[in-house]
Structure formats: structure tokens, C-alpha cells
């Protein structure tokens, strides 16, 4: 069974930084581009960054280039996500998704149940 | 443009027909994928390619493409089919997720 667990998430001053990190088991991690998504209270699902299956290639949403750095450990089966200058508007819950496209529209077939960074003075 | 849109709310009543549209330039030439998030729950994809139903998932969710419209049918809708209902494809590249606003369905 697939797995994915986030933990890391807390409370926050605002400039301050954070690392999360999402165990993966169920699965072979190291064959999967791997994702964090976020979701504000109340709000919609937001796609934050990705990184390719053997860590080569990063991506990110453009509000936190230059702020966030996703990385993962595929000897440790983990993903994580680095954050610094957080802001508010960077709370969230975070989840970490999997996905397994190999060619096409990039998706998530297994989600976290999530981890929840809250930015606050 | 790269944007979806879809309904804010759809609602309905038990044993009726849900259909939920998401709407895109690019969705011609991208999939749409469809996942269901119930309160306090992880997001669950329900239909991936626009038309196709992962294994679990109930026979009463569908899935149908015309044009620059997808739209997810949930049939016979039951009260557990009450959730926030979100559409997925790519950007304009067709490298990075773009979600829509997400569709509340409320069973009456």
C-alpha cells in the first residue's frame, strides 16, 4: 500500500524558516517525480514545487522561487521541502503528492494527509 | 490562457445526477484530471484522462471531454459524494499542474 507521510509543520514567525518532509513507503520512491502541494485555509489546492526522480531537475511555483528548496533522499525514501522568508500568505497545509506520469499532463495519484505551517507573529 | 474554470457550487438532490464542468483553452490538447477532497481529508483522484476511473473508485463517477470542456458526472449522487471536487491539467507547456477553483457539491 502506498504511503505518504508529511510532518514538520508549526508555528512560525513571519521571515522565519521550516523544513518538512514526507516518508514514502509502498512503493518504489526513487522511480517517481514527487510534489508539494498547498492548501490555505478555505482556499483551493496550489501546486508549490517537483522534483524529478533522481533529484536533477526542480521546479516551482514562481511566488516561492528563491524562498522554498525541495529536495529529496531516495536512499531514505523522503522528500523535503526547505523554507525560508516565510510570509503569511504561506500558510497552509502541505501536502506531498506522487506522480507517476511518464509521459503527458503531469498529475497526483497518491497524496499525504498533509502537514499544516502557520505563519504568525 | 492556462486557467480553469469551474462552478463555485453545484448542488443536488440523493439518487440525482451531478455533472461538474471545467473549462480550459488548452483542454483540447490536454487531460484533465479529477480529484475529490471531503473536509478534513487528503485530495482522492477519481478520474485521470479525462475519461478513465482509477480502480476503487465508484462505477457513478464518470468522466466526458468536448472540446474546450471536460465535465465529471456523478450518478445515483449519495450523501458521501458530498466534497470539494477539483479539476487538474497542465500549463501551457503542459509541464506544471494548474488546478481549478474547485467545486463544492452539496447533496440537498
Known amino acids: 500500500e502506498v504511503q505518504l507521510v508529511e510532518s514538520g509543520g508549526g508555528l512560525v514567525q513571519p521571515g522565519g524558516s521550516l523544513r518538512l518532509s514526507c516518508t514514502a513507503s509502498g512503493f518504489t520512491f526513487r522511480d517517481y517525480w514527487m510534489s508539494w502541494v498547498r492548501q490555505a485555509p478555505g482556499k483551493g489546492l496550489e501546486w508549490v514545487a517537483n522534483i524529478k526522480r533522481d533529484g536533477s531537475d526542480k521546479f516551482y511555483v514562481d511566488s516561492v522561487k528563491g524562498r522554498f528548496t525541495i529536495s529529496r533522499d531516495n536512499a531514505k525514501n523522503t522528500l523535503y521541502l526547505q523554507m525560508s522568508g516565510l510570509r503569511a500568505e504561506d500558510t497552509a497545509l502541505y501536502y506531498c503528492?506522487?506522480?507517476?506520469?511518464?509521459?503527458?499532463?503531469?498529475?497526483?495519484?497518491?497524496w499525504g494527509p498533509g502537514t499544516l505551517v502557520t505563519v504568525s507573529s | 490562457s492556462d486557467e480553469l474554470t469551474q462552478p463555485p457550487s453545484v448542488s443536488v438532490s440523493p439518487g440525482q445526477t451531478a455533472r461538474i464542468t471545467c473549462s480550459g483553452e488548452?483542454?483540447?490538447?490536454?487531460?484533465v484530471y479529477w480529484y475529490q477532497q471531503k473536509p478534513g481529508q487528503a485530495p482522492v483522484l477519481v478520474i485521470y484522462k479525462d475519461t478513465e476511473r482509477p480502480s476503487g473508485i465508484p462505477e457513478r463517477f464518470s468522466g466526458s471531454s468536448s472540446g474546450t470542456t471536460v465535465t465529471l458526472t456523478i450518478s445515483g449522487v449519495q450523501a458521501e459524494d458530498e466534497a470539494d471536487y477539483y479539476c487538474q491539467s497542465g500549463d501551457i507547456s503542459g509541464s506544471y499542474y494548474v488546478f481549478g477553483i474547485g467545486t463544492k457539491v452539496t447533496v440537498l
Open positions: 503528492a506522487r506522480d507517476p506520469t511518464v509521459f503527458g499532463v503531469p498529475h497526483f495519484d497518491h
Open positions: 488548452a483542454l483540447p490538447r490536454q487531460h
